[in-house]
T-cell receptor, first 110, second 117 residues
Framework: DAKTTQPNSMESNEEEPVHLPCNHSTISGTDYIHWYRQLPSQGPEYVIHGLTSNVNNRMASLAIAEDRKSSTLILHRATLRDAAVYYCILKGPGTYKYIFGTGTRLKVLA | GAVVSQHPSWVICKSGTSVKIECRSLDFQATTMFWYRQFPKQSLMLMATSNEGSKATYEQGVEKDKFLINHASLTLSTLTVTSAHPEDSSFYIC?????????????FGQGTRLTVV
């Protein structure tokens, strides 16, 4: 399984944008990039996913580098409820088996 | 999105006893479910893949005789921790996918916190 690397922690001020980076230099051509987040004492929650093109949804945006070796999750306006551990995961085709890395713990300051 | 529910949300059991955790897909059928374990301040670790109607596939280092998995229907998988010990205390999480309903994401249960005393 291809590996992802994320910073252990990041801080952001409330109502400011947050850019969460993820490196995945060994990504294969068929791997999707998935982002999940986990609030304290809860199961992971789907955020967004993409393959090659940048993606937007109501929760966030996903910017994927042209060579696909890195990606960035963008929260446009961080709120206190966005404080969580964010996981970047590579998912191969035909499987829903996720291998979680260490993730980035996001702290949002009021 | 699709809903995956776990029961119970938390459980306390005595050392040496067994405890069963249920994982249900409430509004879709899941031929495959996954079980994870998470210790405090750590990431999720995949334990096993639960396949409906067949034996589960366990990850390396996970004892299949200790963590019994049954996936008897398309909406229910159960994880039984047998002869539980304090070191089995952890947060157990299941996931399932609904490829015919939504995109390519999986959905996770809310987790079950097991404390063995």
């Amino acid at each position: 399984d291809a590996k992802t690397t994320q910073p252990n922690s990041m801080e952001s001020n409330e109502e400011e944008p947050v850019h969460l980076p993820c490196n995945h230099s060994t990504i294969s051509g068929t791997d999707y990039i998935h982002w999940y987040r986990q609030l304290p004492s809860q199961g992971p929650e789907y955020v967004i996913h993409g393959l090659t093109s940048n993606v937007n949804n109501r929760m966030a945006s996903l910017a994927i580098a042209e060579d696909r070796k890195s990606s960035t999750l963008i929260l446009h306006r961080a709120t206190l409820r966005d404080a969580a551990v964010y996981y970047c995961i590579l998912k191969g085709p035909g499987t829903y088996k996720y291998i979680f890395g260490t993730g980035t713990r996001l702290k949002v300051l009021a | 999105g699709a809903v995956v529910s776990q029961h119970p949300s938390w459980v306390i059991c005595k050392s040496g006893t067994s405890v069963k955790i249920e994982c249900r897909s409430l509004d879709f059928q899941a031929t495959t479910m996954f079980w994870y374990r998470q210790f405090p301040k750590q990431s999720l670790m995949l334990m096993a893949t639960s396949n409906e109607g067949s034996k589960a596939t366990y990850e390396q280092g996970v004892e299949k005789d200790k963590f019994l998995i049954n996936h008897a229907s398309l909406t229910l998988s159960t994880l039984t921790v047998t002869s539980a010990h304090p070191e089995d205390s952890s947060f157990y999480i299941c996931s399932a996918s609904a490829p015919d309903r939504v995109g390519t994401e999986a959905f996770f249960g809310q987790g079950t916190r097991l404390t063995v005393v």
